[in-house]
């Protein structure tokens, strides 16, 4: 049972290093994840899907560091693992204007936990008090904005 526990820290540790990496840290999330990670999900309310390998995330955060918003928080919903595999689910507020729920799956590696794989759904736009009509369209299209110019799409 303690190996069981300490690997649920682990996990948690890992995890920690992403909700830390993803807002700059680079040094963070090439620790966190395994060299050949995924990434997929979806932003509904824009009508968004993405799918690529999680270095270009990286290069993501290390162009433009500080996605998360001025609201941002995180909640760890689950963490469950047997023997070298797992999984946990994650849900954040106001990272890129959006909520999420993060799926990542994780595995043990030459005895050391890495994500690889993170699936994501974008659950709703993050409300913002905005005044002036402009802003407020803006505010809907920036988080689908950073993807777009990051990946080379015209907006």
């Known amino acids: 049972m303690s190996s069981y526990l300490s690997d649920v820290e682990e996990v948690r ?5 992403y909700i830390d990496g993803s807002n700059g840290d680079v040094a963070k999330l090439k620790e966190a994840f395994h060299p050949d990670a995924l990434m997929m999900g979806q932003i509904v309310p824009l009508g968004m899907k993405t799918y690529f390998p999680f270095k270009t995330f990286i290069d993501m955060v290390a162009a433009k ?3 998360a918003g001025p609201n941002y928080k995180y909640y760890v919903r689950s963490i469950d693992v ?13 990272f890129l204007g959006c909520d999420f729920v993060d799926y990542f799956s994780v595995a043990k590696i030459e005895g050391q936990w890495k994500i690889t794989n993170k699936t994501y759904t974008c659950t709703g736009l993050t409300p913002k008090p905005l005044k002036i009509g402009y802003w407020k369209i803006r505010g809907l ?4 904005r950073y993807l777009l110019e ?4 015209p907006y």
């Open 13 to 17: 540790r890992v995890i920690q290093l």
């Open 65 to 67: 560091p500080g996605m």
């Open 150 to 153: 990051y990946l080379g799409f």
């Open 82 to 94: 047997t023997n070298d595999a797992g999984v946990a689910v994650v849900a954040e507020t106001d």
């Open 141 to 144: 299209i920036a988080p689908a």
